[in-house]
């Protein structure tokens, strides 16, 4: 993979963030349906299965984000000093809210000591052992920082479309492969 562009983001960066953005917002969707199914919906014990894969996908996609984002130079931050510290301070919190989440959600996974079954393909361990009310705990921990990554989603991309349509800069333009 090569360094991003000064000019935008590389397009292994645009496919991890765009990826990592849609897994989000169908996992919470589907979270939130999954907790109004019956016992005897047909779904019931289906669903948790795909949430699971998807949530360990997208654990994949943030190691692989952190990776690239270390490893390699970012497009220079846009805006005034205060908005380039709010704005490096806004995603730290993303990353941090989108560990707590799948943190939780393994835990919750893992509560009786099995691994969980990624698509099927495979089994990804039970690292931790289970500790008293650990579905419980992680169940409140999920629920609280799933909302939490979504609100602070949701304002990362009304951020970036007042920076595209008000600032008028290339904030948005560089994350969609567009030179500045």
């Known amino acids: 993979m090569q360094q991003n562009l000064p000019d ?68 220079p931050a846009l805006g005034h000093r205060h908005a380039r510290r709010a704005a490096h301070v806004g995603h730290l919190l993303l990353y941090l809210l989108l560990c707590a989440v799948l943190v939780a959600g393994y835990l919750i996974s893992t509560a009786e000591g099995r691994g969980v079954s990624v698509f099927g393909l495979f089994e990804f361990p039970a690292l931790v ?22 609100v602070a989603g949701i304002g990362h991309a009304l951020l970036a ?14 994350m969609l492969g567009r030179r500045a």
């Open 161 to 174: 479309l007042k920076h595209h349509f008000i600032d008028r800069d290339a904030t948005l333009t560089r």
């Open 8 to 75: 935008r983001w590389h397009s292994a960066s645009r496919v991890l963030h765009w990826s990592s953005a849609a897994l989000i917002a169908g996992l919470f969707a589907s979270g939130w349906w999954m907790t109004g199914l019956s016992y005897y919906d047909s779904w019931y014990h289906r669903a948790p299965w795909w949430h699971k894969s998807f949530g360990l996908t997208l654990t994949a996609l943030l190691i692989l984000r952190i990776a690239a984002r270390l490893a390699f130079a970012r497009p």
């Open 129 to 150: 052992a289970p500790f008293r009310d650990q579905a419980t705990l992680a169940g409140t921990m999920h629920w609280y920082a799933a909302w939490s990554l979504i």
